[in-house]
């Protein structure tokens, strides 16, 4: 079968038109994606104008559609932040950036946030900017609460008379292994991963 070669279509501008049902189609699934999203999607201007927000967005930030019709990207987004202006500046060199910032909720309430956001220019030849945002209070504080734990972990172990170690394996061992030779895998396959002085100070070590 000869194989067929693909067409560009930009060699045929005057053939080529998107039905007006396949964009109102287009528009509407992007909608129903945006709305029902759980992440902030902004539509806005170089400024800080707000345009356009979903409803995420007033969940987060508390307020309402209406009254982000009157608010600026200032009054949500802490610029004394020195990551924010470092994340502007980077989004003014590539047109677009992700990092993370500091948001202000309507009580004043600051929140750690990450966010992606893009320069594009819309069919009038106007520039805007798309922002999509999530709120990471959850993953700040999971992440600072295993941080603690570690450090925790850290100073009972080596505050502890009592020697502690941890043996790994070079390679794994099936569950099934018999005992006697999961006995004998183990002398010939382990090491010490981890341990605290009081152990190493059992083998003659002056610390771990």
């Known amino acids: 079968m000869k194989k067929s070669k693909p067409v560009n279509l930009s060699l045929y501008p005057h053939q080529v038109e998107i039905s007006p049902v396949i964009i109102n189609t287009v528009d509407d699934k992007y909608r129903v994606l945006v709305e029902n999203s759980t992440h902030a999607f902004f539509l806005a201007t170089p400024d800080g ?3 356009e ?5 007033t969940v987060i930030f508390g ?3 209406e009254e982000f019709k009157n608010i600026r990207r200032q009054q949500i987004i802490d610029h004394s932040d020195p ?3 470092l994340a502007l500046q980077e989004r003014a060199k590539k047109g677009y950036v992700t990092a993370e910032a500091t948001g202000i909720r309507k009580s004043g309430e600051k929140f750690p946030i990450e966010f992606s956001s893009a320069y594009f220019t819309d069919n ?4 805007k900017i798309s ?5 990471i209070s959850e993953r700040k504080a999971a992440t600072a609460t295993l941080k603690e734990n570690e ?21 794994p061992m099936h569950i099934k292994t018999p005992l006697e030779e999961m006995i004998a895998y183990c002398y010939n396959n382990s090491f010490i991963a981890e341990c605290n002085d009081a152990f190493a100070l059992m083998y003659g070590f002056t610390h771990a």
């Open 49 to 51: 104008t707000i345009l």
């Open 53 to 57: 927000i979903n409803r995420a967005a």
């Open 63 to 65: 307020y309402s559609e």
């Open 83 to 85: 990551d924010f202006i």
């Open 124 to 127: 009038n030849d106007n520039i």
């Open 131 to 135: 922002i999509i945002l999530t709120d």
């Open 151 to 171: 450090h925790r972990y850290k100073i009972f172990l080596q505050q502890s008379s009592e020697g502690i170690w941890c043996a790994e394996l070079n390679e």
